[in-house]
Structures are given as structure tokens and as C-alpha cells.
């Protein structure tokens, strides 16, 4: 006999959507079946029904997320900075992990998984400006955060040699049109690495690491 018990989506991920509980259908509501309280990725709760939720797999979260999704580089200047700050700290195959979670450096709870914290903690971002600790031992939290230009972030980066998947991920970030200063805030390094490479990139004249990763792409592409 077929189990026809409801599925229960408690604690699933569906999309951008993190399943928190079951709730009562919200009055007016002329949706049947169940309904379910969700955070999207930038902290906004909302409730669907479990139908919308499935269809929503693929989306691009709640309307507040797609507002942040207006400029030419698919996103705003902000939510870049979230996304790269998290995917820094989170994703083990990101380029820069070794150096900010792998090292233990951490997102605080209040920004974790709210965007809109974010913003309001930090405000918008100034051209030339990317996010910058404070304290290179320390984590991303308000009160050790701010947009800094490059002077002051190369007075306050932590020295390192870059990686061959930096250099790798910086070539092809150049070759898709990418600016420096996004290219930089996504793999948190200094904006003078982004530029010589980019130098050596539109005259031949890259580093020889740089140059020995492009010539052998290209020997395999």
C-alpha cells in the first residue's frame, strides 16, 4: 500500500529557499494544501505553499534579491560583496578559501545569512571602494568592516603569493569583460594583482606563472 503521508520540507533547501516550518494558510489565502514558512538567502521570511515552493527551484529568490540583480555585471556593487564575503568563507572550492575559511575566518550570524543586514550595516559602496577587515585576523562583522579604496587595503593586506587557481580564475575573469575592482572584491586580493595581470593580458606580457597557465590553456582548448 502507497504511503500517502505529506512530504514534510522542514529544513530543506529548495532553490534559494531554506524550509524553516509548517505554518496555518495566511488568511485570504484561496490556495488549498499546506503551507510553509521560508528564508531566502538574503534573510527575507516569506510563506508559500508547498507547490510554489518546488516551482520556485530555480529562481532567483524573493523579489528583494532581484532588485539587487539590476546592474550590467548581473548584481549591485553590495550584493557582490555579500555573495563574494560568504563564498570566501563557505566554499572550499572558491580560488581565496585557503585564506579566509580555511584560516577560520568567519561571516557573523547577523550578515550570514541576510543580505539586507548587510547593507544596512555597511551602506553602498563607493566606486573604486571594495570590503576590507579591519583586521586581517579577524571576521566579517560590522565593527570590523569597511569599503576601503585600494591605498588603504594594500597598507592593510595580508601578504600572500597568488595561487595558480587565482591566477587561473583572474584570466578568465579578465577574458569575460569582468572589471578590476569586481575581480578583486570577488577573490579578495589586492587590486594591483588584478592590474599587472591584466597588464600582461592585453599586452603579452603576463607574469610567468600567468603566462605559462594561459599558453597552456590554450594549448588545450
Same mark, same amino acid.
Given at each position: !500500500?502507497?504511503?500517502s503521508?505529506p512530504?514534510d520540507?522542514?529544513?530543506?533547501?529548495?532553490?534559494?529557499?531554506a524550509?524553516?516550518?509548517?505554518?496555518?494558510?495566511?488568511?485570504g489565502?484561496?490556495?488549498?494544501?499546506r503551507?510553509?514558512?521560508?528564508?531566502?538567502?538574503?534573510?527575507?521570511e516569506?510563506v508559500?505553499s508547498?507547490?510554489?515552493?518546488?516551482?520556485?527551484?530555480?529562481?532567483?529568490?524573493?523579489?528583494?534579491?532581484?532588485?539587487?540583480?539590476?546592474?550590467?555585471?548581473? !548584481?549591485t556593487?553590495?550584493y557582490?560583496s555579500?555573495?563574494?564575503m560568504?563564498?570566501?568563507?563557505?566554499n572550499?572550492?572558491?580560488?581565496?578559501?585557503?585564506?579566509?575559511?580555511?584560516?577560520?575566518?568567519?561571516?557573523?550570524?547577523r550578515?550570514?545569512?541576510?543580505?539586507?543586514n548587510?547593507?544596512?550595516? !555597511?551602506g553602498?559602496?563607493?566606486?573604486?571602494?571594495?570590503?576590507?577587515r579591519?583586521?586581517?585576523?579577524?571576521?566579517?562583522?560590522?565593527?570590523?568592516?569597511r569599503?576601503?579604496?585600494?591605498?588603504?587595503? !594594500?597598507?592593510n593586506?595580508?601578504?600572500?603569493?597568488?595561487?595558480d587557481?587565482?591566477?587561473?580564475?583572474?584570466?578568465?575573469?579578465l %577574458?569575460?569583460?569582468?572589471?578590476q575592482?569586481?575581480i578583486?572584491?570577488?577573490?579578495?586580493?589586492?587590486? %594591483?594583482?588584478?592590474?599587472?595581470?591584466a597588464?600582461?593580458? %592585453?599586452?603579452?606580457?603576463?607574469?610567468?606563472?600567468?603566462?605559462?597557465?594561459?599558453?597552456?590553456?590554450n594549448?588545450?582548448?
Amino acid at each position: !500500500m502507497t504511503n500517502s503521508r505529506p512530504l514534510d520540507l522542514t529544513g530543506q533547501q529548495i532553490g534559494k529557499w531554506a524550509v524553516i516550518k509548517q505554518v496555518p494558510r495566511p488568511p485570504g489565502m484561496k490556495t488549498q494544501g499546506r503551507f510553509w514558512l521560508a528564508r531566502c538567502t538574503c534573510g527575507t521570511e516569506q510563506v508559500h505553499s508547498a507547490g510554489k515552493l518546488n516551482a520556485r527551484r530555480g529562481d532567483r529568490g524573493c523579489a528583494k534579491c532581484r532588485g539587487h540583480l539590476a546592474t550590467a555585471g548581473g !548584481m549591485t556593487p553590495e550584493y557582490q560583496s555579500w555573495r563574494g564575503m560568504r563564498e570566501r568563507c563557505l566554499n572550499p572550492n572558491h580560488a581565496s578559501y585557503r585564506h579566509y575559511g580555511g584560516r577560520g575566518i568567519k561571516v557573523c550570524d547577523r550578515w550570514l545569512f541576510s543580505f539586507s543586514n548587510f547593507l544596512e550595516d !555597511m551602506g553602498k559602496r563607493k566606486a573604486g571602494h571594495s570590503l576590507d577587515r579591519i583586521d586581517n585576523e579577524g571576521d566579517y562583522e560590522p565593527t570590523n568592516c569597511r569599503w576601503a579604496d585600494v591605498k588603504t587595503q !594594500m597598507s592593510n593586506t595580508r601578504s600572500f603569493r597568488l595561487t595558480d587557481s587565482q591566477i587561473s580564475a583572474i584570466l578568465n575573469l579578465l %577574458s569575460s569583460g569582468a572589471k578590476q575592482v569586481d575581480i578583486a572584491e570577488a577573490l579578495a586580493v589586492a587590486r %594591483s594583482h588584478i592590474a599587472n595581470i591584466a597588464t600582461g593580458h %592585453s599586452r603579452g606580457k603576463a607574469s610567468p606563472k600567468a603566462r605559462e597557465i594561459r599558453e597552456a590553456r590554450n594549448a588545450n582548448g
